[in-house]
């Protein structure tokens, strides 16, 4: 069975920052695209970063150029650094894995902004 465990979420006041994690057990096959998606009350769920095994980042959205998205191979684990964060960043945030064709989903860790 596949987990897709988030870590790391919490409070911080505007203009700080916050790293969380994501780690990926439960298969003997690698990951291809893992990503971050968050989602706020009352608004869709949207992908704030990705990466592909072996490729680059990706960065979508308002938090382009706050964020910071870093990947372990050898760990299955994917990380977000979250810089300047603001209260719009309030949402919980969700770690998606593609294996072999199907994404598996992490139960999502809050993040919260404010003062």
């Known amino acids: 069975q596949v987990n897709v465990v988030e870590s790391g979420g919490g409070l911080v006041q505007p203009g700080g920052s916050l790293r969380i994690s994501c780690e990926v057990s439960?298969?003997?096959?690698?990951?291809?695209?893992m990503g971050w998606y968050r989602q706020a009350p009352g608004k869709q769920r949207e992908l704030v970063a990705a990466?592909?095994?072996?490729?680059?980042?990706e960065y979508a959205g308002s938090m382009k150029g706050r964020v910071n998205v870093s990947r372990n191979n050898a760990r299955s684990a994917l990380y977000l650094q979250m810089n300047s964060l603001k209260p719009e960043d309030t949402a919980v945030y969700y770690c998606?894995?593609?294996?072999?064709?199907?994404?598996?989903w992490g139960q999502g860790t809050q993040v919260t902004v404010s003062s």
């Open positions: 439960g298969t003997i096959y690698s990951t291809n695209v």
């Open positions: 998606m894995a593609n294996i072999r064709g199907r994404d598996y």
């Open positions: 990466m592909r095994s072996g490729g680059g980042p």
